[in-house]
């Protein structure tokens, strides 16, 4: 390589490298247009291990579902009963169920779910909870407006 090529060659290449630039940057989105990241809807999500599930199998059969949590220990009830919350919907991980809700969610969880119902959760869709009765709702005592 001679001296006569050297400056040839380093045009070429700094070209080449502003050129991909500038093509980059023009398919890109513009943020007005579209925005890059997507705004998430404030809310929760309640994270159980997989492992606790009663029926781990049908689990991954509901995944992005709408779903009820179901309590399976009741004293005042023969048989199962719907907690009384908002839906969740249903993601799954390796080891993990999460359950996604809304704040609205956060008090409704917060008012009618037991420990208990932590140790051994079951959960079912929210179109076959027509047919499971509904748990007792507890009246609780608040004071001041």
């Known amino acids: 390589m001679n001296a006569e090529a050297i400056p040839g060659k380093v045009l070429t290449i700094g070209a080449a490298f502003i050129t991909g630039f500038v093509v980059a940057s023009w398919t890109l989105p513009t943020l007005n247009q579209k925005p890059r990241v997507s705004s998430q809807d404030p809310g929760i999500y309640l994270v159980l291990p997989a492992r606790d599930f009663t029926t781990p199998g049908r689990i991954a059969s509901m995944k992005g579902q709408l779903v009820q949590l179901i309590r399976k220990s009741t004293t005042d009830l023969d048989g199962p009963c719907m907690i009384n919350h908002k839906p969740a919907r249903l993601q799954t991980s390796d080891q993990n169920i999460f359950l996604e809700l809304g704040l609205d969610g956060l008090e409704s969880l917060a008012l009618n779910l037991w420990p208990s119902d932590l140790k051994q959760p079951d ?8 047919r499971t009765r509904s748990c007792a709702v507890h009246p609780r005592i608040s004071y001041g407006s």
């Open 123 to 130: 959960v079912e869709d929210i179109k076959a909870t027509i």
